[in-house]
């Protein structure tokens, strides 16, 4: 599982993906409790970490009990120990508390029935908390994103949150082949 997690953190670190204006787009603060789900090889999960210190709190969710242990033993190697490996069902999330964000990076296509889960997940979000998703959506190179159906446009995410009782706080597009949209609770 190594060598996935691996593969994972390469293709979230590469430039042309740009981590690292994402990271600023997001404005984490210190303090703050971060869910990362899908986690992959964890690479934002300890990003986030970094920034919002020992006050702060980072989940990273996973289906996937190797790529959770390959993140766990990376944020030991790290000392970061305000990373928390949780394991997901495909349908269903549980956190230990509310959180200010939720991200998710080229997961949102995996998830089933999203309407309902995002739905269930208002629980587990502080009242002005975000969901930041970031989605392949067919724009750009001829990749395996969109042999495998593995993107949703921009418009069926904006749709379908909506449905599940969010609003939009802000269209994010330095991406070239990517959405990014930041959705917060409906008041």
Known sequence: MAYK????????????????????SLALQQGQKIADIGAGGGYFSLKFAEVV???????????DPGKLEFIRQNAAEK??????VILAGKEDLTLPEK??????????????????YFAKLRQ???????IAIV????????????IFEHR???ATIVEEMTKAGYS?????????EQSFTIFSLNR
């Open 168 to 176: 939009i706080s802000e269209r994010i597009d330095f991406l070239p």
């Open 135 to 146: 989605e392949h959506e067919g724009r750009g190179h001829f990749g395996l994103h969109r």
């Open 53 to 63: 210190g020992r006050q702060g709190a980072v989940y990273a969710v996973d289906t």
């Open 79 to 84: 000392g970061l120990d305000n990373v928390q």
């Open 5 to 24: 997690g691996r593969m994972f953190n390469k293709e979230a670190a590469d430039p042309k993906n740009k981590p690292e204006e994402i990271l600023k």
């Open 152 to 154: 949703v446009t921009q």
């Open 99 to 116: 959180v200010d964000m939720m991200f998710l990076r080229n997961v949102y296509h995996h998830l089933p029935n999203r309407v309902s």
């Open 124 to 130: 587990s979000l502080k009242p002005d908390g975000r």
